[in-house]
């Protein structure tokens, strides 16, 4: 009488090569991830890049610019826009901010110091217990004066002028 199955030694050998290959394949998964989200930020940067310049055009500053008619999540008072675009301050993998350059304070604020006549838009990372949630992804800026870069370093696009010397354009 002839059995039918698999032997306990072949159900060993094809969870073994299934795990090599799960092993393979999750480093290019989270790494194609996290160029899929540095994608969307940027994206979101450059499109409130061009909304600024509009503004600008039809009020002759960027003082008061409000992008809450795209995006309803933008916090006025402080400037900021949590990344993917429903996320909160917990689930957010980026936090955009707009700023008057001069001043440091939300573009949006109204407070009188902004004088709205340069901006700095800031992505950074979210940060994670003790580290970052996507710590091999980048920070980015983006200014009204040309400034366009990005940069591994954490902290260090909040002085709103530069990348650092470790940096990336884009």
Partial sequence: MKKNGFTLIELMITLMVMAIIAAIAYPSYTSYIEKKDLAVAKHTALQLAAELEKFKNKNF????????????????????????????????????????????LAISSGNTAVTGQNWAITVERMPLTGDLKQPKNYDLLLTSTGIKCMTRTANIVKGLTSCGDNHADW
């Avoid at 008061?64 to 933008?74: A, C, E, I, M, V």
Wanted: without cysteine.
């Fill in 61 to 104: 500053s960027y003082k008061g610019f409000d992008p809450t008619y795209l995006y309803s999540r933008y916090n006025k008072s402080t400037g900021l826009l949590y990344l993917p675009i429903d996320s909160t301050a917990t689930t957010a993998l980026f936090q955009l901010s707009i700023k008057d350059v001069s001043s440091g």
